[in-house]
């Protein structure tokens, strides 16, 4: 390191920049070390491995139901939710791995992550490892959190970037009307009309010919198992109704929890509060866990990345007691709720915007 070494600060200097929280950040490491003593950063495997089989025996129920039932549109509809539900649970899993907290070796994350999102999903795992782990690293932070680049072509996000998109008297929507259309172009449309089709573009510009192997076996394993049921224009109506449905899943689930939160530019604040103030939680139950992936713990997932899922209950009233000591807000609250709210914050925002294009 010495190659980058610039030289001392000197005695008058401060040795921590004033954006920066000195006392949480230090508080946080003794609860990192406490954490790690708790042995919650360990993987119960026997967890995961039924996780993974029910998403496999939804796979195989979704193709039994055409096989014994037929291919009316009763039987056609169930195979389709039974799918739908199937891949939004294999996109939690391939999330676990992705943070590599379901093994304590690299290599195995990243090859169960491979199958699961690859084989599973078809989709690449650089893909989103390139986009997540952005996220992570600045969440809520304009043109560094690529889950908000949605700003300001097609929605007006947050208080502060909304009231200067405003002044800037720019308008590539109409944002006073954005908590309306977000039904159409948000949950409906994501994952059909855009991942779907960018995912591609993706692994040819960037040359990932192994994601697209493991691309290529997901549809290979769907077009020999519903091809011979449904012929090619039945498989293709029932894959696209299929990401209709789970983008549906999807979109909802992601942003109940950083929508309606802080979104900013960087103001380079300490790596702790920038996480907390972008994040909600979900109060924890038996099915709000299931059906977010326990995405319901997004301030302790973002927190401690690489932590298990299952362990997120565990760690969650030592987050509360720091969040409590320091005066910042943890906000938890039911399902409906945190869905709800997204639309609140898009009217609220919207709403923001046409006063400061209007009047300022």
Not at 76 to 91: M, P, R
Not at 107 to 113: D, P, R
Not at 240 to 256: A, G, I, K
Request: contains cysteine.
């Amino acid at each position: 390191m010495n190659s980058l070494l610039i030289g001392e600060l000197s005695p008058e200097q401060p040795s921590f920049e004033p954006t920066k929280n000195k006392e949480l950040i230090y508080e946080f490491r003794e609860l990192q070390a406490t954490v790690e003593r708790m042995g919650l950063m360990k993987a119960n495997h026997v967890f995961f491995l039924l996780y993974l089989l029910h998403i496999l025996l939804l796979d195989v129920a979704a193709w039994l139901t055409l096989w014994v039932f037929g291919t009316s549109f009763v039987p056609f509809l169930l195979c389709a939710v039974l799918l739908s539900t199937a891949q939004a649970q294999a996109g939690w899993l391939q999330h676990d791995l992705g943070h590599l907290s379901v093994f304590s070796t690299s290599a195995w994350n990243h090859l169960l992550h491979h199958f699961v999102i690859g084989h599973l999903k078809g989709a690449p795992a650089s893909w989103w490892n390139h986009l997540h782990f952005q996220h992570h690293a600045k969440p809520n932070c304009f043109r560094k959190d690529p889950d908000i680049n949605m700003h300001p072509f097609f929605f007006a996000l947050g208080k502060i970037l909304s009231v200067e998109l405003g002044r800037q008297k720019k308008k590539y929507m109409p944002y006073n009307h954005q908590h309306k259309y977000f039904f159409l172009i948000g949950p409906p449309a994501l994952l059909p009309l855009y991942f779907q089709w960018y995912i591609f573009y993706f692994v040819f510009q960037r040359k990932k010919w192994v994601d697209l192997a493991w691309m290529i076996s997901f549809y290979a394993r769907i077009s020999l198992t519903y091809v011979p049921l449904l012929g090619l224009k039945g498989l293709l109506g029932l894959f696209f109704m299929v990401r209709f449905l789970e983008s549906n899943w999807f979109v909802w689930v992601t942003q109940m929890n950083h929508i309606p939160m802080h979104i900013d530019h960087d103001r380079n604040m300490d790596w702790v509060s920038t996480q907390l103030q972008a994040t909600c939680n979900v109060h924890k139950s038996a099915f709000n866990d299931w059906f977010s992936g326990h995405l319901n713990f997004q301030i302790e997932h973002h927190l401690f990345p690489m932590m298990p899922r299952h362990n997120y209950h565990k760690v969650a009233p030592l987050v509360q007691s720091l969040c409590a000591k320091h005066g910042i807000e943890y906000q938890s609250k039911p399902l409906f709720s945190a869905f709800a709210d997204i639309i609140y914050s898009l009217k609220e925002s919207g709403q923001l915007w046409l006063d400061a294009y209007l009047h300022q």
